[in-house]
């Protein structure tokens, strides 16, 4: 995938969108009131995957696990207090990282334009920046305006996240509450591309399927074999998988053959060889030309749920606690 393409997906994409999305965000919405902001977190955001390339599937992970509860609003990033359970001690959330990467680039922001940049928008733009550090360039345009909400709350995560053990029927569904739709399932299930889960998310496909001590036939038996050397019946939590075996750094589309070839590590993976139209898409995402603009689509689109604008919400001066 050649930089120049790359750059001509996101010309393509704003283009399409439009100038505002509808719902008060806009592109270069800080330039009048934090005109650093946005370079603010590109720069600190490449100089911390550049260190550690697992930090972009962290990233990403994050604000799709923040656009799933309560909209696009930061409300991951809140901390637990005694009175409230917050979404990041919710259980799909306990494995979540990047924090300390918001926490940097809040920071510094704050220091620059006290009280003007959100922690939805910085989250927003990290995950796209992550995600971008590989091509050095921005996969897709970043609208932003977002204002940061008040409730965090780990039943809402429960709730709202989709489950990696849902079938094509459930997870269309899940993607529908949210407003997005069988292609956008197909489309972002390919961030599996990059990053790691823990045996406990397989297990039950190695060794208790139907409840009579089976395996998912759905996945490959030479593959399910490796992975019970991988994960024992008596796995360590600590053990981790790659979601895209050998691309799991990588931000690319081979996430799509990892599927077709019944690899995919969650029962959600191989739910999308289930739909003949979402197998369709599943066999012509695996071309770079047809995944990159249609990943850029659905991540605006993403970004755009349930998001705070106007005088609703606030901007939170510390990302983990409410003004």
């Given amino acids: 995938m050649r930089p120049s393409f790359l750059l001509l997906v996101v010309i393509l994409v704003a283009a399409t969108a439009g100038i505002c999305n509808g719902d008060g965000l806009w592109p270069g919405y800080y330039q009048r009131s934090c005109p650093q902001a946005e370079a603010v977190v590109r720069g600190i955001t490449w100089q911390r995957v550049s260190q550690n390339a697992t930090l972009a599937a962290k990233l990403l992970r994050l604000h799709f696990h923040d656009c799933f509860v309560e909209g696009c609003d930061g409300s991951i990033l809140i901390d637990s207090t005694p009175n409230n359970t917050a979404e990041k001690d919710a259980i799909p959330n306990l494995t979540l990282g990047g924090f300390d990467v918001i926490d940097e680039i809040k920071t510094k922001l704050e220091q620059e ?55 094509y029927t459930a997870l269309k569904q899940s993607f529908a509450r949210k407003g997005l739709d069988a292609t956008d399932l197909v489309v972002l299930s390919g961030a599996h591309t990059i990053g790691v889960a823990h045996c406990n998310v397989v297990v039950n496909r190695l060794y208790n399927f139907t409840g009579k001590g089976d395996a998912d036939p759905s996945l490959d038996p030479n593959y399910a074999n490796f992975l019970r050397t991988k994960c024992p019946r008596n796995f360590s939590s600590s053990t981790t998988l790659q979601m895209d075996p050998n691309s799991a750094l990588s931000f690319d589309t081979h996430y799509y053959k990892t599927v077709e070839y019944h690899r995919g590590l969650f029962q959600s993976d191989a739910a999308l060889l289930t739909d003949p139209r979402s197998s369709y898409m599943v066999n012509i995402m695996q071309n770079p030309r047809n995944f990159f603009p249609n990943f850029a689509s659905s991540m605006i689109k993403m970004g755009d749920v349930g998001v705070l604008t106007g005088n609703a919400g606030e901007i939170r001066k510390n990302c983990r606690v409410i003004n």
């Fill in 113 to 167: 334009c006290h009280g003007v940049v959100s922690c939805a928008d910085i989250l927003a733009l990290a995950a796209r920046d992550s995600v971008s550090f590989q091509y050095r360039h921005a996969l897709w345009p970043v609208f932003t305006g977002r204002r940061d909400g008040r409730v965090s709350k780990a039943s809402e995560a429960l709730a709202n996240l989709p489950s990696p053990f849902l079938n």
